[in-house]
């Protein structure tokens, strides 16, 4: 006997978000080199633009230090899910939201809206361990990255 390869009690596939959904947005303007022989962007870009994305904000924000900084964010975890998709010339935006900071770990959830799109093309995650330069150890978020990604958190999940 087999194993079904759709088992029941696999979780539901998410619907895309709204726009509204999200607290910040980077624009993430796409290169041709981005699509593939298909004509649409390659999976793999999408990840790309989400690290781009978490990484621009924290920079901007004044809290990342990434030659320098005592600590460093790892990440440990990805997952994205494609509902539509996106073509050169598009000008996409990276939706961008703190569903979890942890005492070392941040989990941010990222989506991408095509140009003038109300929903989003494709959604996604990935989480920052967050450890000492040094030793490669898990540390505590800086607090005033905690304080940068707070801001990131929808408006119903502040304190």
Do not use: K
């Not at 041709?32 to 621009?56: E, K, L």
């Not at 600590?71 to 996409?92: K, M, N, Q, R, S």
């Not at 920052?128 to 040094?134: G, L, N």
């Amino acid at each position: 006997m087999s194993a079904d390869p759709h088992p029941s009690s696999s979780p539901a596939r998410p619907a895309p978000l709204p726009r509204a959904a999200f607290t910040h947005f980077e624009p993430m303007p796409l290169r041709w080199m981005d699509c593939d022989v298909y004509g649409h962007v390659n999976n793999v870009v999408y990840y790309s633009y989400f690290d781009t994305a978490v990484n621009r904000y924290l920079t901007q924000a004044g809290v990342l230090d990434a030659l320098n900084g005592p600590v460093i964010g790892l990440v440990v975890e990805t997952g994205c899910h494609y509902f539509a998709p996106i073509t050169f010339p598009d000008e996409p935006s990276i939706g961008l939201r703190v569903a979890h900071i942890g005492r070392s770990s941040v989990r941010y959830e990222l989506a991408v809206f095509s140009e003038g799109a109300h929903a989003s093309s494709a959604q996604g995650h990935f989480v920052h361990v967050y450890v000492d330069r040094e030793r490669r150890r898990p540390a505590e978020v800086p607090e005033a990255m905690r304080a940068a990604l707070a801001r990131l958190r929808p408006a119903a999940a502040r304190p």
